[in-house]
């Protein structure tokens, strides 16, 4: 195997991944992502203890333990440019020698778990309830960097949409949740395909001043169907997540706390309260639960 070149993976003057500041001594193997830098001092005040505190840029990480388990928060920022980076880098942690620059012959899994926000695309999805995402499915292009290996049902899942929606720019890519992660966030959490959108307003069907290629979007992506799936909602790294961890071998959940419903035009009225209750459920079922 050849070793990985200085120009290919950056490291700092601590030896620390160039854009999270980390070495790997400082990353739990339970890690929860979340979008917003002041996100993660809102799931470390849960901690029992905090070691490590890094911040670099958008990248805030800070690890600790709840009860015994070990765990890392690091704020990803916005979009699946920014999970490209935070992926990448919490897997060379893990799985590159970062002094002999070679890839490691025993591999890690990481579990991962996003605690971010979204728009609902469904009625029965109100503001202030909670999503686990059973898929993404990115409008990005993210994945198409990489040698995805979408299975036959994603293939025409994928191709459904395509034809329903008559989206017609990147072509779409789809990746699911870990099962093994999944079971466990079921009481309290509705499910359905969460879509990834490489943008806020014209992305997800928001018109302030510019006229929109798709002024339907809305509604064609709340009435798709594929046996028994369905969209639910959208935000704006969960493809890239579950993409790009499927790849690299890292079981991964998104879990959503729904701010805006955007079929009935609704904006949640107490979002900090939402999350909070989110973030409470996730570290409760993360510290009571053998991964
Ligand atoms: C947009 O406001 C941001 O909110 C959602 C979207 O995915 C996007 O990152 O998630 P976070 O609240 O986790 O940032
Ligand atoms: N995040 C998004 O990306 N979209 C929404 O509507 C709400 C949160």
């Known amino acids: ?3 990985i070149a200085d120009s290919e993976l950056i ?34 005040k849960h901690f029992d203890s905090i070691e490590v505190r890094r911040q670099h840029r958008e990248f805030v990480s800070h690890t600790g333990r709840v009860g015994k388990k070990r ?53 029965d999805v109100p503001v202030d309830s909670f999503l686990a995402s059973t898929h993404g499915l990115g409008l990005d292009n993210l994945l198409h960097f990489y040698r995805a290996q979408p299975n036959d049902e994603e293939k025409q899942l994928v191709h459904a949409f395509v034809t329903h929606t008559g989206l017609n720019g990147t072509p779409p890519y789809i990746s699911g949740a870990a099962s093994s992660l ?10 359905g395909i969460t879509v990834t959108c490489p943008g806020f307003y014209g992305p997800q069907g928001r018109v302030l001043r510019l006229g929109l290629m798709y002024p339907e979007l809305i509604d064609r992506l709340g009435d798709f169907r594929f046996g028994a799936h369905r969209i639910t909602n959208f935000e704006m790294e969960t493809a890239g997540i579950y993409g790009l961890g499927r790849l690299l071998g890292h079981a991964c959940l998104s879990l959503n706390a729904i701010v805006a419903n955007r079929v009935e035009g609704t904006f949640t009225k107490d979002g ?19 991964l």
Not at 15 to 24: K, Q
Not at 93 to 120: F, P
Request: no cysteine.
């Open 1 to 3: 195997m050849q070793k």
């Open 11 to 44: 490291l700092n003057e601590r030896g620390a991944v160039y854009h999270l500041d980390l070495r790997p001594e400082e990353v739990a193997h339970t890690v929860v992502t979340v979008g917003d830098p002041d996100r993660v001092k809102e799931v470390s």
């Open 71 to 123: 765990l890392t928060v690091v704020s990803t920022g916005i979009g699946t440019d920014n999970i490209d980076i935070v992926f990448n880098e919490l897997d060379a942690l893990v799985n590159i020698d970062l002094e002999k620059r070679m890839v490691k012959d025993q591999l890690t899994s990481l579990r991962i778990v996003r605690v971010g926000t979204s728009g609902s695309l469904q009625k």
């Open 182 to 191: 999944m079971k466990h966030f079921v009481e309290g959490f509705h499910r």
């Open 272 to 290: 900090a309260k939402t999350i909070e209750s989110l973030i409470r459920k996730t570290l409760s079922i993360l510290e009571q639960t053998e």
